[in-house]
């Protein structure tokens, strides 16, 4: 096998416990409780191998990191350790004082995201009244010098509207926008129903997202990517197992991927008894879909295996009940006739269909 390259990107899930109940939440359903949740002594342990190890990007994401009362004591290490760092946040559990406080730190990003561009969907959507709040956070956050980067998590509930939420982001001077398509995982897939969107949508968003790309160019950026189940082929699920991302989990658990854990076979290790770097490069968890040997066709013979990996082994996972299976939403795949008839039970579910299933907090 190929030399394996050090982890680029850390991606410090200080916690699952959160103040909104969004139903497209990649979150397991199985929630790892309060209680295991690492301490912040093991927090900086991790922060120090992880550097050590080589990765120069840290990402606070959760749940809701804002949660965690000893944020600012990671966000200042990740500062000295020489990290870029960025907090994923939904905005509740900040103040203009805790924005401040950031950036004398030495957090370099906030990512703030909403449901939608109004009250009142975003606040059924988040499960909660937060609209008003986050508005007023990301102005703190602008005022304070960051840049303004936003993220609208997208789905059928709210791709309608993507017009009326770049204009929110032009209204709040943003920097960055991106327009995320709802991931199957967690939460979302068993919402799937109700949040996948129809081909129209997809199309009309993506017709808004380039003039709106065009018509901002050099004042704002904006991402958008369309969804998997509407391409052709697989994303590179987290660039590649093992070679750029390392998750921590709220409970310790080291991650190939967000998903990880939902993998059957996979013998995970936890940073309260594990060395990050052997983790990275021993364990059997972190080699499970390195290199190519544990591909079956039509991956193993496929003139893209190099970009695309076989694309996301948990959805394969979930979807056919084999990880090592091509990533459905791939033409190639033998399988890819379920992505078709998701769509097509989804669009069926417009007209009947039981009621959003809300995370738990
Ligand atoms: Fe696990 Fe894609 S989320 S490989």
Redesign the pocket.
Known sequence: MAKIPPPLWLLAEVTHSCPLQCPYCSNPLELVPKKDELDTETWLKVLHQARKLGAAQLGFSGGEPLVRKDLEVLVGEARKLGYYSNLITSGVGMDAARVEKFRELGLDHIQISFQADDASLNDYLAGTKAFQHKLDMARAVKASGYPMVLCFVIHRQNMHRVAQMLDLAVELQADYVELATT?F?GWALANRDHLLPSLEQVRAAERVAKSYQEKLKGQMRIYYVVPDYYEQRPKA??AG?GRVFLAVAPDGLAL?????RS?PGLELHNVREHDLDWIWYESSAFNY?RGEAWMKEPCRSCDEREKDFG?????AFKLTGDPKNADPTCAKSPHHHLIGQAIDTSQLNLISSKPLLFRKR
């Open positions: 991931q995982e699920c987290v197992w190939p991927c967000h998903s990880a993998l879909f694309g996301c082994h948990c959805q």
